[in-house]
């Protein structure tokens, strides 16, 4: 199958190396300056000690990137899915779409599939790629499973066997929206667990927080049309059992590093990737206060994070909550 990956950032740059094995793959980034430099050196400086396959034909020019293409994958951050949708839909009317971007568009509060339906309206064949996955990983070809959602039974299985690999297992689905809130939302709790593990709270207490944080995220998704039964499987549980505690999670690296105490700017500057969930946390308790959904994890890290409040007293608030049932 031909694809093209647009957004040549760790996670396309590694889904390029991925895919390529059995696929013929362009990677499309949005400058000549850098098109120039990946195409030259075959490395990306997000994915250190990864070469890029001579057989990866990299381009800067969107409509060279898609001719011909069965796929187009999406791969830049929410922030620039609607622009990038918009670009190819001009290009292919009915193009086979699939993102995988997590999280929240900080404008809108719209998850990913809801922005794909204004810009793209109509499209059909279009899905979502979640699940526990850092990009440095699928890169190195070490075993990863993920889940292709789509509303169109027939795109899911068909795409998820397409794209599935011995070392890139795919499953389909059909839950768009629990699988996209699964991969929101996980940031999130990520950002708690790693605020946990900065104070070096022990693991029973990031246990704990992985537990009631994954409550959260089923209570809401499920009153905003998920289903149950998504939020236990890869795009859910296992999306958030990673974030919350590998070493490769910028979420959860973002949170240690609030817990020593350093200003959220200097964090994001000294990163140098996008960290989903400081972008996602606000709509999330947004969505939570519209649907009237108690979500305490969330509600502190958004204390933490736009409110001045100290991450150990963000945790001294959730530790004198009064007891409940579980």
């Known amino acids: 199958m031909r694809i093209a990956i647009l957004g ?9 190396v991925s895919l390529s094995s059995h696929h013929a793959v362009s990677l499309w980034t949005r400058t000549r300056a850098d098109c120039d430099a990946l195409a030259s050196r075959r490395a990306s400086r997000y994915l ?30 929410t ?20 993102w995988a971007c997590k ?11 809801q922005v794909i339906a204004q810009a793209v309206p109509g499209a059909a064949r279009v899905a979502a790629l979640s699940g526990p996955s850092f990009a440095l990983e699928v890169a190195r070809g070490l075993p990863t499973a993920v889940v292709l959602a789509s509303r169109e039974l027939s795109f899911a299985s068909e795409m998820a066997t397409a794209l599935n690999s011995s070392r890139l297992r795919v499953y389909s689905n059909v839950d768009v929206v629990g699988v996209e809130l699964g991969g929101a939302l996980k940031n999130v709790i990520a950002i708690a667990a790693g605020i946990c593990d900065g104070l070096e709270l022990g693991r029973n207490a990031r246990a ?23 939020f236990n ?10 974030t919350c505690t590998g070493e490769l999670s910028r979420n959860r690296e973002v949170g240690v590093r609030l817990a020593h105490g350093i200003a959220l700017d200097a964090i994001l500057g000294e990163l140098g990737h ?3 969930g400081v972008l996602s946390a606000r ?22 994070l736009f409110e001045g409040r100290r991450a150990p007293e963000a945790v001294e608030r959730l530790l004198a909550r009064d007891p409940r049932a579980e």
């Open 8 to 16: 040549a950032g760790a996670w396309g740059s590694a889904l390029a």
């Open 48 to 77: 250190p000690g990864i070469s890029i396959p001579d057989a990866v034909a990299v381009e800067a020019d969107l409509a060279r990137a898609i001719a011909g293409c069965e796929l187009v994958l999406v791969a830049t951050a």
């Open 79 to 98: 922030s620039g899915l609607r622009d990038i949708a918009r670009a190819v839909a001009a290009l292919d009317a009915s193009p086979s779409l699939v």
């Open 103 to 113: 999280g929240f568009e900080t404008q809108t509060e719209l998850l990913p599939h």
């Open 208 to 230: 704990a927080l992985v537990t009631r944080g994954l409550a959260e995220i089923s209570r809401l998704g499920v009153a905003m049309g998920g289903n149950p039964e998504t």
């Open 233 to 242: 499987g890869l795009a859910g549980l296992g999306d958030l059992v990673l």
């Open 274 to 276: 996008v960290a989903e």
């Open 283 to 304: 709509a999330a308790r947004a969505h939570a206060r519209a649907h009237k959904i108690e979500m305490p994890i969330t509600d502190a890290v958004c204390a933490v």
